[in-house]
T-cell receptor, first 113, second 114 residues
Framework: DAKTTQPNSMESNEEEPVHLPCNHS???????IHWYRQLPSQGPEYVIH???SNVNNRMASLAIAEDRKSSTLILHRATLRDAAVYYC??????????????FGKGTMLLVSP | NAGVTQTPKFRILKIGQSMTLQCTQD?????MYWYRQDPGMGLKLIYY???????DKGEVPNGYNVSRSTTEDFPLRLELAAPSQTSVYFC?????????????FGPGTRLLVL
């Protein structure tokens, strides 16, 4: 599986936008970029995913670089409830067969009031 | 829907004891997974199943066994507990539709082996 690189931690203030970066320089053409987050003492939850185009949903936006070697998860207005560990994961959806998700250490987002 | 449920929430085991961690999902998902998460680390895949009767090893399967007799249930068995198995265990289930897969996680089981 292609690997991702994320900062260990980031800080933000409440009500401000947050940009969480992810580098994946060895991404293949069939790798989708998935983001999950894990709130304290809970299991991870799905946030968003994309292939080439930028994506938006009710939780966040995903901006994907044109060369696909990096992406950014954007939280438009951080709240205290967004404090969590955010995981950037590549999943191969090609014809090579079934592919599981590999979770790294992620980025711990701290949100201050 | 209850989603993915796990029991127990917390357990203390002595070295050499055995136990089964229960996992049930009510979303009719074919795919189910067991992960462990050590303090400050990401999740590591122990075993997964792509359907009833089919299981496969993940990254860290040693010391564990699984079975999948029904779509809903995916129990994880620890036969001889060791301190290295102290961790938080998460069960997850998912469906795959084309390129899209969303995994739904349970609340976790915290296991302490002394």
């Amino acid at each position: 599986d292609a690997k991702t690189t994320q900062p260990n931690s980031m800080e933000s203030n409440e009500e401000e936008p947050v940009h969480l970066p992810c580098n994946h320089s060895t991404i293949s053409g069939t790798d989708y970029i998935h983001w999950y987050r894990q709130l304290p003492s809970q299991g991870p939850e799905y946030v968003i995913h994309g292939l080439t185009s930028n994506v938006n949903n009710r939780m966040a936006s995903l901006a994907i670089a044109e060369d696909r070697k990096s992406s950014t998860l954007i939280l438009h207005r951080a709240t205290l409830r967004d404090a969590a560990v955010y995981y950037c994961i590549l999943r191969d959806s090609g014809d090579s067969g079934y592919s599981t998700l590999t979770f790294g250490k992620g980025t711990m987002l701290l949100v201050s009031p | 829907n209850a989603g993915v449920t796990q029991t127990p929430k917390f357990r203390i085991l002595k070295i050499g004891q055995s136990m089964t961690l229960q996992c049930t999902q009510d979303m009719n998902h074919n795919y189910m997974y067991w992960y462990r998460q050590d303090p400050g680390m990401g999740l590591k895949l122990i075993y997964y199943s792509v359907g009833a009767g089919i299981t496969d090893k993940g990254e860290v399967p040693n010391g564990y066994n699984v079975s999948r007799s029904t779509t809903e249930d995916f129990p994880l068995r620890l036969e001889l507990a060791a301190p290295s198995q102290t961790s938080v265990y998460f069960c997850a289930s998912s469906y795959i539709a084309g390129s899209m897969e969303t995994q739904y996680f349970g609340p976790g089981t915290r296991l302490l082996v002394l």
